[in-house]
């Protein structure tokens, strides 16, 4: 076997070190390094997180492995996928790494990696490389040369995907690649195109409005009333909400359907509603005399109910992440969503984990809890819901920055104790579709410690922030920190702290976004009490938040007026409709070439001038009928706004103004969860 020193290149920064007692094994973890065999005293150790690496060889060498036997039960060994990436046992006998326990005990593995050799690795392994070994980082291609997958939207993606250069120890925003290179044309096909980011956007004298939802004035409007939700005879602390769960619309059905937590680390169970305002808990024979929809089983932390009528197996119209205590994540599907399949055990992953379903691309994704970052997520994505639950290529993925803005006290509840507030941190992700990219809901938590909350029977604090993304992996958030959601932080409210998104994230309901949220009261009554019962997890209700349909955003310009001028765009629809809001001013719009010049008949003088406050408005021009002459074409649109706010512009295939972009978790009106009825919507 060569003996020769390799060059490997890491798409983040690793630290490199002599391995020898007293190592540090992971970046991760403080593990250290017992006794060295005498056989491994010439090696470098390259300290990687625990959750796995992806290298490339750019000079062939050789390398070394260690993980732990798989014969040992509960140990993360990876010893067949290293046979069968091609490496072979290498000679000595088993060792303690760290620690005393036996699933600590490993073997070492070695290979010759060729040039241009990549490995993808699980957790976990420690790798080993000789001291003259040279190490550097994996420059990406830019995104303008990228030769993998094209999306839907223009957008070309890298080869290799997902991407796995996310450094763990950077703290600044994420970068969005996609918007430094977007593509030349961008195609408009799928959905409303919304002001969220600079994606569309040329130039503009308009500025950026980001805004905020309103809680509905009738909050709460599902509270604990059941024995199950009281935790009348389990003890647990009462709750009636999502935990994620789901609140979506099955247009099957003409009813609304919420799947939620009932009781605190108790019940998964079921509810339905011809409003979404007021429910009924159906009896259902899973437990008979209750709404369950699964037994009880170990110590149910979160759930997540995927429903899904793009599929063609009817009984897995519904999808389910169940995750709790000691199982760990359990993959179920259903037809109906009352009565579900065995589960499926997951691979590793941490609680509060999640699932949602990427339709752009027709990728099912797991939103694992990871400790990469403080509190962050990992990703796994998988063409087939059950066949992804094995979760074995995660990357990391999104996690709070330094944009991220701490409380202004250390215990919300307490101000008076003068302490650092925590630094923010990503508790949990839900994803959704919604028109032309994919909308995120970050739940970033401000503190304080859950020994801290117990001791008072307070909630935690989390708060709904909101991304956006336009290849389902890079998030784009706003400069503007504060929640989109808030807590009340007052004493006494439904929603005084630790809240949370359900898994639709949204609905649609006519000319409003509704969104489903969790709550947490809190009782000081039931400090110090074991965590299933204290009151830092009590009276957990369900409210609603409001916003103008996509109204996330958007571009204003004053009584003087300005303008916004599109990338190129192109499309195979015939009539162009906006979003906006201009009753007391006014909107035109130019039609320009690729290369900036105004097309014949589409000035913005031959512009019918728009005046009104609609979220679904065509634009017109005389003596136009339509832009099936511009069809396939490129072209730029102009908008012209005074004293307004425009929000969203698409083209349609028809009159009605349907977008063909995604609903969310769906709303009356609309079959299934794709816009094809437009202002037919009812």
């Known amino acids: 076997m060569s003996r020769s020193s390799p060059s490997i290149e890491f798409q983040y920064r690793v630290e490199v070190a002599p391995f020898e007692q007293g190592s540090l094994l992971f970046a991760d973890r403080s593990y250290t390094a017992g006794p060295v065999p005498n056989s491994l005293q010439h090696m470098n150790i390259v300290v990687t997180n625990i959750t796995g690496f992806r290298l490339r060889c750019t000079q062939p060498g050789l390398v070394y492995a260690l993980t732990p036997n798989p014969k040992r039960k509960r140990a993360a060994s990876q010893q067949d996928e290293l046979l069968a990436l091609g490496f072979e046992k290498a000679p000595g006998d088993e060792f303690q790494l760290f620690g005393k326990n036996d699933i600590d005990r490993v073997s070492a593995y070695r290979k010759t990696l060729k040039k241009g ?136 059905q003409q009813r609304f359907q919420m799947w939620y937590c009932a009781g605190w680390f108790d019940g998964t169970a079921y509810a339905e509603s011809q409003d979404g305002i007021h429910w009924n808990r159906p009896d259902l024979d899973v437990v ?8 009880e089983k170990g110590v149910r932390d979160s759930a997540a109910v995927i429903y899904d009528p793009f599929t063609s197996n009817d009984k897995e119209r519904y999808k389910m992440l169940i995750w709790s205590r000691p199982q760990g994540g359990e993959a179920f599907t259903s037809a109906d969503g009352k009565r579900w399949s065995e589960p499926i055990p997951t691979g590793p992953m941490g609680d ?3 699932i949602f379903f990427n339709p752009f691309r027709r990728k099912w994704v797991y939103s694992i809890r990871s400790g990469w970052h403080r509190r962050s997520r990992s990703y796994s994505e998988s063409d087939d819901f059950l066949a992804g639950a094995p979760v074995s290529e995660q990357v990391k993925w999104a996690r709070a920055d330094n944009q991220d803005l701490p409380d202004q006290h250390w215990f919300y509840a307490f101000p008076e104790r003068k302490r650092e507030p925590l630094t923010p941190a990503l508790y949990n992700l839900d994803c959704v579709a919604y028109e032309s990219l994919m909308l995120g809901a970050f739940s970033i938590y401000q503190g304080p410690d859950n020994g801290a909350c117990a001791r008072e029977g307070v909630p935690k604090l989390t708060e709904i922030h909101l991304g956006f993304s336009r290849d389902g992996f890079h998030w784009h958030r706003s400069d503007d920190r504060t929640p989109f959601i808030g807590a009340s932080r007052e004493e006494g409210t439904w929603d005084r702290g630790y809240l949370h998104s359900n898994s639709a994230i949204c609905l649609v ?18 400090k110090n009490l074991s965590i299933k019962s204290n009151g830092m997890y009590a009276n957990a ?24 001028t599109t990338r190129p765009v192109v499309f195979q629809g015939k009539h162009l409709f906006v979003n906006t809001d201009c009753p007391d001013g006014k909107l035109t719009v130019d039609v320009l070439d690729e290369s900036g010049e105004v097309l014949e008949g589409f000035s913005a003088e031959d512009c019918q001038t728009i005046s009104e406050n609609s979220t679904l408005t065509q634009v017109i021009w005389k003596g136009t009928s339509d832009l099936s002459t511009l069809v396939g074409k490129p072209v730029r649109f102009r908008f012209h706004l005074q004293n307004g706010r425009l929000y969203s512009f698409w083209v349609s295939a028809n009159r009605s103004g349907a977008s063909s972009g995604y609903v969310a978790g769906g709303g009356p009106g609309y079959e299934g969860l794709i816009d094809t009825k437009g202002s037919l919507a009812k």
């Open 117 to 252: 050799e990549t490995l993808n690795v699980d957790k976990w392994v420690v790798l080993l490389l000789p001291k003259d070994a040279q190490i550097t980082k994996w420059e990406p291609k830019p995104w303008s040369e990228n030769e993998g997958e094209l999306l839907y939207n223009g957008i070309q993606l890298p080869v290799h995907w997902p991407p796995a250069n996310i450094d763990s120890k950077d703290d600044s925003p994420l970068p969005v690649p996609y918007l430094d290179s977007p593509p030349s044309r961008i195609v408009i096909d799928v959905g409303r195109q919304l002001f969220v980011d600079d994606f569309l956007i040329e130039k503009t004298t308009l500025n950026r409005t980001w805004h905020k939802a309103r809680k509905f004035e009738g909050n709460p409007i599902f509270t604990p009333q059941t024995d199950l939700e009281l935790g009348a005879i389990s003890g647990n602390a009462p709750m009636a909400a999502p935990f994620s769960g789901g609140v979506w619309y099955d247009h099957d």
């Open 352 to 354: 509060r984990s999640t």
């Open 288 to 295: 008979p005399g209750t709404n369950r929809i699964v037994p």
């Open 541 to 564: 209700s369900t409210g609603i938040a409001k916003l103008r349909r996509d109204g996330f955003a958007s571009m204003d310009a004053d009584k003087t007026g300005g303008h916004l």
């Open 509 to 526: 309901m006519g000319d409003e976004l509704w969104f489903h949220y969790t709550g947490f009261q809190g009782d000081p009554e039931r």
